[in-house]
T-cell receptor, first 116, second 111 residues
Framework: AQSVTQLDSQVPVFEEAPVELRCNYS??????LFWYVQYPNQGLQLLLK??????LVKGINGFEAEFNKSQTSFHLRKPSVHISDTAEYFC??????????????FGQGTTLQVKP | DTEVTQTPKHLVMGMTNKKSLKCEQH?????MYWYKQKAKKPPELMFV???????INESVPSRFSPECPNSSLLNLHLHALQPEDSALYLC??????????FGPGTRLTVT
């Protein structure tokens, strides 16, 4: 069984400051890792994913994440946030090498609140 | 076209009503999904269709009935729902690993 823990339910930050949203996972098998963003009253949008290879993954909107296998973490970072980054962020995992319809396991979400 | 569309955007229904949610994608994706999302919670997987066949049913009550009439369309038929079924219902589709494209959702209120 797999699980995902997002360590912060809310992260307030001032505009142009850096931010890190933390995600830890638990799994007995290899996993793929994802970060999704959900803006108010919208569906989810994929920010970035780690499947294999380089542990530093760059995504859209200036976000990046680093896969750390020994710490079972996949923290999301952005060096300078904008008001428009205010949203709900979900970390997710799924079993590696499974079929395309493999189930995504989501964390509980982190609300990023960017203040002017 | 990288869009998943869902209709209606909002739906209010009584507990004795029958209604349907619709989802459409024209990206050629062969996997389609229904999720239920409560406020401030992550999406919960309900159903997965792969090549128009139901491949995953996450023990969803029978008052929710999915249908995949063709590779572009996914429906969710609703009957005799309960107030606790009020939520945002999200549709998604995918072709490559992990990259699910989500629609904007249908906000359902059961009165």
């Amino acid at each position: 069984a797999q699980s995902v823990t997002q360590l912060d339910s809310q992260v307030p930050v001032f505009e142009e400051a850096p931010v890190e949203l933390r995600c830890n996972y638990s799994s007995s098998v290899s996993v793929y890792l994802f970060w999704y963003v959900q803006y108010p009253n919208q569906g989810l949008q994929l920010l970035l994913k780690y499947l294999s290879g380089s542990t530093l993954v760059k995504g859209i909107n200036g976000f990046e994440a680093e896969f750390n296998k020994s710490q079972t973490s996949f923290h999301l970072r952005k060096p300078s946030v904008h008001i428009s980054d205010t949203a709900e962020y979900f970390c997710a995992v799924r079993t590696a090498y499974s079929s395309n319809t493999g189930k995504l396991i989501f964390g509980q979400g982190t609300t990023l609140q960017v203040k002017p | 076209d990288t869009e998943v569309t869902q209709t209606p955007k909002h739906l209010v229904m009584g507990m004795t009503n029958k209604k349907s949610l619709k989802c459409e994608q024209h990206m050629g994706h062969r996997a389609m999904y229904w999720y239920k999302q409560k406020a401030k919670k992550p999406p919960e997987l309900m159903f997965v269709y792969s090549y128009e066949k139901l491949s995953i049913n996450e023990s969803v009550p029978s008052r929710f009935s999915p249908e995949c009439p063709n590779s572009s369309l996914l429906n969710l038929h609703l009957h005799a729902l309960q107030p606790e079924d009020s939520a945002l219902y999200l549709c998604a589709s995918s072709q490559e690993v992990g990259k699910q494209y989500f629609g904007p959702g249908t906000r359902l209120t059961v009165t």
